[in-house]
Nanobody, 115 residues
Framework: QVQFVESGGGLVQPGGSLRLSCVPS????????MGWYRRTPGKERRLVAR???????ISVDSVKGRFTISRDDAKNTLYLDMNSLKPEDTAVYYC?????????WGQGTQVTVSS
């Protein structure tokens, strides 16, 4: 069964940066559009950024100019570079295909932005 494994989260101060990584188990994702999603307590999981298999990255307005999604198909890895982090970016971050496939959710990686 395919599942995505996210890593790179942690505790960071406001204004700081993190790089998240995502690696799939059981498949090569080069053929698929991919996305990063996040969920905060009490809220539904929401798309943060997505990228097609032709490398056209798109970010939602709340993170535009701060977050950058990228992919390295040779390494079978998806990235999310997060800069100028804000407390409201605190969430569990997940990667998945875009649109998301409910069967492929991994455990996610916790990002906490706090002083």
């Amino acid at each position: 069964q395919v599942q995505f494994v996210e890593s790179g989260g942690g505790l960071v101060q406001p204004g700081g940066s993190l790089r998240l990584s995502c690696v799939p188990s059981g498949t090569i994702f080069g053929l698929y559009a991919m996305g990063w999603y996040r969920r905060t307590p009490g809220k539904e999981r929401r798309l943060v950024a997505r990228i097609g298999n032709n490398n056209n990255p798109i970010s939602v307005d709340s993170v535009k100019g701060r977050f950058t999604i990228s992919r390295d198909d040779a390494k079978n890895t998806l990235y999310l570079d997060m800069n100028s982090l804000k407390p409201e970016d605190t969430a569990v971050y997940y990667c998945n295909r875009y649109p998301a496939d409910r069967n492929y959710w991994g455990q996610g990686t916790q990002v906490t932005v706090s002083s």
